[in-house]
């Protein structure tokens, strides 16, 4: 039974000089009424995890207050002012003095752009105040706080079991907290709570082991899920090559749906093999999922992500494609559309020159209206073959229309390169679409693929010019000639 009146300050500590100058700060607390305090000095801990859940079992304290021994309080009001918190938010589990409201794709949090808090800090070799976004209110939900001071109204373990070190500790125990159903957060500080004197970092013990440890673990609670979409046709080898090429990305949280359009059992082989190691990956033979039904619409029943992508069995991603593109997305927010240059590379892997059809469309990263880029796919249709097809995308881009009946036009040309640009339309018109003039995907130019024979030029131009004047008729504002 948990004493309700009872704040205990937790601290696993190595340098006892430095942890007596914390106490002093402890002792010159305002402690309300009927309340009392306990401090507890873990020494020798394996590791700052299992110190924390030793005190958990050693401590009947409701609130607790996990600090580094270097940290030094110098809010005289400070219990005061976390208890009104808790009290008056049930729903709050734990506060910080600092954190950020989205972790980044690489799960260094102070990386962040929606960084909250303040205190005075000196890991730079200088103490200084670090004043991060203003907090208007109250306090500020985040997603996840520095682990020099973490204040506790519920006991929620600390996963020793994974991180048995001195990083990711504090994102881990904050991703649990939200797991949990709890709120954690940053109160508006005035002036700030905290000192935390903990000099230059040191990220070299373990930091990058746990840091892909912590990725691993927590991707899927932290960052949108993104659905790519492979097409599989009869060439095994391409296809395995495309599908490596996405299992590898950099980013973490990735379901992976395959439409087999083979005229034999060999992809479908060849993916239960894959399904064993990797549950991520969904698996349908083309013919039984689309039968006689729009393609798009299906495709988002059976997909979850948030942001979707679509690539056949002769493309090969960059392994960090998707961490790159989805880094733009949480920049901008009204980015509907990523798209990048493509390489060409030969049947073997080897890059291959660009052509006269075939080229980079801008030499660095160019955020575009999308009315502007519609206008050059209008254009420059052949320069963008490739780049049109395996965008990245919001899934809302396309799921209202969808849903309205406004792809209809798209369904008998569901396996044409067409069909592809008349869908980007209707995306990228709702926002701006970025190009990205680094190569982060290769097309694969071989023997059984046609794209570049000239009765396939000739072919894919007729049904241009045929889309291009639906188009303008289905979106007069499209018409690109005035």
């Not at 008056?88 to 589990?93: A, E, F, L, P, V």
């Not at 409201?101 to 799960?107: A, E, K, S």
Request: proline fraction near 2%.
């Amino acid at each position: 039974m948990l004493s309700p009146k009872k704040i205990a300050f937790i601290t696993c500590v190595n340098n006892e000089e430095m942890y007596e100058e914390a106490l002093l700060y402890i002792k010159n607390l305002y402690i309300p009424e009927d309340y009392t305090i306990e401090t507890l000095c873990i020494k020798n801990a394996e590791s700052i995890t299992k110190g924390y859940n030793q005190a958990i079992k050693d401590s009947d304290a409701k609130y607790k207050v996990y600090m580094h021994q270097d940290v030094f309080i110098i809010n005289k009001n400070f219990i005061v002012d976390f208890i009104d918190i808790f009290e008056t938010h049930k729903s709050i589990g734990m506060i910080g003095v600092a954190g950020t409201q989205t972790i980044p794709l690489n799960g260094i949090w102070w990386e962040s752009n929606t960084r909250y808090g303040k205190v005075y800090d000196s890991h730079s070799g200088k103490l200084e105040l670090l004043n991060f976004n203003t907090i208007e209110n109250e306090y500020e939900i985040v997603k996840a706080i520095d682990g020099l001071i973490m204040i506790t109204q519920y006991d929620i373990p600390w996963r020793e079991d994974l991180f048995d070190g001195w990083h990711f500790y504090d994102l881990s125990q904050s991703i649990e907290f939200h797991k949990g159903g709890y709120e954690v957060v940053i109160p508006k500080q005035n002036p700030p709570w905290c000192i935390h004197d903990c000099g230059i970092v040191n990220t070299k013990n373990g930091y990058e082991a746990y840091r892909d440890l912590f990725l691993n673990e927590y991707a899927k609670d932290i960052f949108p899920l993104v659905s790519v979409f492979i097409e599989a046709y009869d060439r095994v080898d391409y296809f395995k090559s495309a599908l490596d090429s996405v299992l590898n990305q950099t980013y973490k949280n990735i379901q992976i749906i395959i439409i087999d359009k083979s005229s034999n059992d060999e992809c479908k082989k060849t993916t239960q093999k894959y399904i064993e190691k990797h549950p991520n990956i969904q698996y349908y033979r083309s013919d039984v999922l689309f039968q006689n039904k729009d393609m798009l619409s299906q495709l988002l029943k059976i997909s979850s992500g948030e942001h979707l992508s679509y690539l056949k069995d002769d493309v090969i991603y960059h392994k960090d494609r998707i961490t790159i593109m989805m880094n733009y997305f949480f920049k901008y927010k009204d980015l509907q559309c990523v798209t990048s240059y493509s390489q060409l590379i030969d049947k073997n892997g080897t890059i291959l020159e660009d052509t006269h059809i075939k080229r980079k469309l801008f030499d660095n990263n160019s955020m575009l209206n999308g009315k502007f880029f519609i206008s050059l796919l209008l254009t420059k249709i052949f320069d963008l073959i490739d780049e049109i097809s395996i965008p990245l995308f919001k899934r809302k881009a396309i799921e209202n229309d969808i849903q309205k009946g406004k792809f209809g036009i798209y369904v008998a040309k569901e396996d044409q390169i067409m069909a592809n640009l008349l869908t980007i339309i209707n995306i990228i018109d709702k926002g701006k679409v970025l190009y990205i003039s680094e190569p982060l995907s290769c097309f694969r130019v071989h023997d059984i693929h046609d794209q570049r024979k000239i009765n396939t030029l000739l072919h894919e131009v007729f049904n241009y010019l045929i889309d291009k004047n639906i188009l303008i008729k289905r979106y007069p504002i499209f018409n690109c000639t005035k």
